[in-house]
């Protein structure tokens, strides 16, 4: 009898990155900065916002780097509700659990 199951959730049970590529490619082109999928893939994927920051503007204070963060994140999940779907075979496993 299974008691947990244990899911991350990027690219596990949604494509979420394609809404985390969108956002940051709308709010880093606020900031001067052109992204594309490649760059986005080798530079920001998988990384915390802290270091991805530090990288691309590493100019901003301590605050304006946690508002960016709000930003990004609210943005994010805003998005994320209308735009994820589970991926498929998804919701039959979890009826199977």
Request: aromatic share 8%.
């Amino acid at each position: 009898m299974v008691k947990a199951v244990i899911f991350d959730l990027d690219g596990t049970l949604t494509d979420s990155d394609k809404v985390h590529f969108q956002v940051f490619q709308e709010i880093f082109a606020g900031h001067g900065i052109a992204l594309d999928k490649a760059r986005y893939k080798n530079q920001i994927s998988g990384r915390q916002n802290a270091a991805i920051l530090a990288d691309f503007l590493p100019q901003l204070s301590a605050a304006e780097g946690e508002a960016f963060s709000e930003q990004k994140e609210a943005t994010f999940r805003d998005r994320a509700k209308n735009q994820l779907t589970p991926l498929p075979g998804l919701l039959d496993l979890l009826a199977q659990l």
